[in-house]
């Protein structure tokens, strides 16, 4: 029965993780943990999981900052089938924490994002650079997915072009 309580609230616990990032949700979810258990034991090992995510969000709230982009989208207007053509997003961090630009990806493979390696530094700014290698006629539109130490972690901008 220790093994199944236990298990059920890591379950729970952990459904509270990957779904709600505010602390008043995770609270709620940790009460449904601690309902769940019937043994010391389960409770205190459900205590020291509370504890630690709770300390993982104040760490994650005092170095969460802000930024702006230059353009949400970059129109190349038309362009050749299977010619590279590139532009640049301008990233500026808005915040006084360091910019921790943790991910850039792009929705195809015909689309090739670069991002800063290092933290932008408050106040400054630096460029994410994307290469763009159409194949197929027609208007083409294609998604950058940015993910960063601000709220919300997500920021899409697009890029787009009328391939001839």
Known sequence: ???????IGLLILGGALSACSDTEKVDKSAE?????????ETVKANEQALKELKEQQRIEAASTTSMTI??????????VDGVENHCSFTVTNTGDKPLVLSDVKA???????????GPIAPGKSDKIEVGFKP????????????TANTDPR????????DVQ
Do not use: Y
Not at 1 to 7: L, P, Q
Not at 32 to 40: G, I, N, S
Not at 108 to 116: A, D, E
């Open 1 to 7: 029965m220790k093994k199944k309580s236990f298990f």
């Open 32 to 40: 449904l943990v601690m309902e769940v258990a019937d043994d010391p």
């Open 70 to 79: 230059d353009k949400e989208i970059h129109d190349f207007g038309k362009v």
């Open 107 to 117: 929705s195809c493979g015909c689309t090739t994002p670069s991002k800063p390696e």
């Open 135 to 146: 194949n197929g006629k027609g208007v083409s539109e294609k998604t950058i997915t940015i």
């Open 154 to 161: 997500i920021t899409v901008v697009k890029v787009k072009a």
